[in-house]
T-cell receptor, first 112, second 114 residues
Framework: GENVEQHPSTLSVQEGDSAVIKCTYS??????FPWYKQELGKGPQLIID?????GEKKDQRIAVTLNKTAKHFSLHITETQPEDSAVYFC???????????FGTGTRLKVLA | SAVISQKPSRDICQRGTSLTIQCQVD?????MFWYRQQPGQSLTLIAT?????????ESGFVIDKFPISRPNLTFSTLTVSNMSPEDSSIYLC???????????FGQGTRLTVV
């Protein structure tokens, strides 16, 4: 079955710097990789996702890269701002189902 | 995208009692799920809520403890039964409209059992 590992567990950056969070997955049949942001007291919200037919996707300050050969994908946040402080989760689908396996989460702190 | 309204947002309950959490989606979703999230931890899938039939539970979770209903494509409930302090956690519902698509989440229910 699918297994997802996420690193680092915590990350502190200065405002304006970049942040990178990495995830690895085990099921080579997986084709869809979302990233979620969870703020305190709220449910996770999708911020960006990528499908296996592309290697990179960008949305303003956020980008996701995918290396299918190595089975890892990364979230990149540039020009970080205090409001980027949150917990970020990667996820990968359980093949043939509607279910997802979530990474262990990364607590990002952007220091002003 | 779909919006999921979950209630209650938080509750403090006595041990031995039960709490029912409700989720209402503003549009039809194919599948709904229930997760548990311990503070500072990841999401653990409890079960898949199947419309019109019994839920499918993950290893370590049983129907007697976490009965789930899903009477239609937009509504589901999770009951936490015979609660103990170990059940204190955040419970989240989620819905998806298709395979390999965005999962939408409710805002969560923070449960404290005393």
């Amino acid at each position: 079955g699918e297994n997802v590992e996420q690193h680092p567990s915590t990350l502190s950056v200065q405002e304006g710097d970049s942040a990178v969070i990495k995830c690895t997955y085990s099921d080579s049949a997986s084709n869809y990789f979302p990233w979620y942001k969870q703020e305190l007291g709220k449910g996770p919200q999708l911020i960006i996702d990528i499908r296996s037919n592309v290697g990179e996707k960008k949305d303003q300050r956020i980008a996701v890269t995918l290396n299918k050969t190595a089975k890892h994908f990364s979230l990149h946040i540039t020009e970080t701002q205090p409001e980027d402080s949150a917990v970020y989760f990667c996820a990968a689908p359980v093949s043939g189902t509607y279910k997802y396996i979530f990474g262990t989460g990364t607590r990002l702190k952007v220091l002003a | 995208s779909a919006v999921i309204s979950q209630k209650p947002s938080r509750d403090i309950c006595q041990r031995g009692t039960s709490l029912t959490i409700q989720c209402q989606v503003d549009s039809q979703v194919t599948m709904m799920f229930w997760y548990r999230q311990q503070p500072g931890q990841s999401l653990t899938l409890i079960a898949t809520a199947n419309q019109g039939s019994e839920a499918t539970y993950e290893s370590g979770f049983v129907i007697d403890k976490f009965p789930i209903s899903r009477p239609n494509l937009t509504f589901s409930t999770l009951t936490v039964s015979n609660m103990s302090p170990e059940d204190s956690s955040i419970y989240l519902c989620s819905g998806v409209q298709g395979m390999d698509t965005e999962a939408f989440f409710g805002q969560g229910t923070r449960l404290t059992v005393v």
